[in-house]
């Protein structure tokens, strides 16, 4: 069975620094790429950041750009994702996922709340 476990979130204050995680497991993921996105009660779901099957590009969007850092270890199948410089508007529900062609798994969330 496929997981892709969260962990990492919490309360920072504003400025302050989070590390989330995603560990995948049930299949090798080598090949795919993973990344974050982001989703508040009754908004639209937010691209974050990738990186591909290697490790050697990644992509982020330009609210986070500067202040987030993604990668990734293959070796244990995880994503991580640094986010420094934490402002309010990122408090919200993190979601990790892991793609390949027509296949994208996704997981439960985590969530990141930044107080002012």
């Known amino acids: 069975q496929v997981q892709l476990v969260e962990s990492g979130g919490g309360l920072v204050q504003a400025g302050g620094s989070l590390r989330l995680s995603c560990a995948a497991s049930g299949r090798t993921f080598s090949s795919y790429d993973m990344g974050w996105y982001r989703q508040a009660p009754g908004k639209e779901r937010e691209f974050v950041a990738r990186?591909?099957?290697?490790?050697?590009?990644?992509l982020y969007a330009e609210s986070v750009k500067g202040r987030f850092t993604i990668s990734r270890d293959i070796a244990t199948n995880t994503v991580y994702l640094q986010m420094n410089s934490l402002k309010p508007e990122d408090t919200t529900i993190y979601y990790c996922?892991?793609?390949?062609?027509?296949?994208?798994?996704w997981g439960q969330g985590t969530q990141v709340t930044v107080s002012s």
């Open positions: 990186i591909n099957w290697s490790g050697g590009s990644t």
């Open positions: 996922y892991a793609t390949w062609g027509r296949q994208d798994y």
